[in-house]
């Protein structure tokens, strides 16, 4: 294992000595894509040669490890999303939020502990995520101002507790809402399960499209591929704002996230 770490300048080996390489702080930074990749989604890159044909895409007959993608995509969230996230959320005013696809729930306790009065929702369709949230919100001291749901937030229906929601936000699963019909109508639905939110922050990765092939940057193609293998379309950047613009909703900015390329957090109020 330390001699791959070498090869890549990780680490430093000198005899029986192992020292930090120049890359270790920057390895150690980007983990999460590579946590997603061999933990996460390895049964989708395991069955790559049955996957491959077309007409097995799609069928479920591949398992993903949905607590350890939930713990990866924390720790993406915390090194490149939050720093942006943290810059659109600073003018908000919110008093209680619903956090689409809300994996290991990080995000939901960030926005309670910027607001001591505010109240949490978390939705996600994995057990296994939620099980995770929940023991995080106890270490956290929160679990007394945040709550849990299971349901596919693509099909939302609207129920009482989302009545008093001013906040929505989704991150890293925007793309599981296409193709364009569907998210089309995914979002139509948001809007009317939550009748007084003010906002969707609505962040993601879209399909690259303006990279050669030998400078494709750090995660895009495992992370394509990997969907891709799975029959999940991810859509581009353009074809983002053709989704938003039918949907009910109003994008009035847009973030730029830089890594992984092509992110973006869409800032969106209810037309």
Known sequence: MFTALAAAEIVVIDGNKITAGENLAEAYRTKGFFYWLVRGSSNVFIRMPELLHSSERGDGSYSRDAAAIAMACRDINHNFFDPVFQAAIAGIEYSSVADLGCGSGERLF?????????????????????????????????????????????????????????????????????????????????????????????????????????DFPIFTLGFEVGHDLMGTYIPTLCEWDVAIERSGWTCIKTHLVHTPADSVIFELEPR
């Open 110 to 214: 960030q926005l309670l502990r910027y607001r001591d009065d505010a109240k949490g929702l978390g939705i996600d369709v994995a057990h296994a995520a939620l099980t995770v949230a929940e023991a995080a919100a106890i270490d956290a001291g929160l679990s007394e101002r945040v709550a849990f749901l299971n349901d596919d937030v693509s099909k939302l229906e609207p129920r009482l507790e989302f009545d008093c929601v001013d906040l929505i936000t989704c991150f890293l699963m925007g793309h599981d809402f296409w193709p364009l019909e569907n998210c089309v109508e995914s979002l139509r639905r948001i809007r009317i399960a939550f009748p007084h939110a003010k906002r969707l922050l609505l962040g993601d990765t879209a399909r690259t499209t303006q990279y050669r092939q030998q």
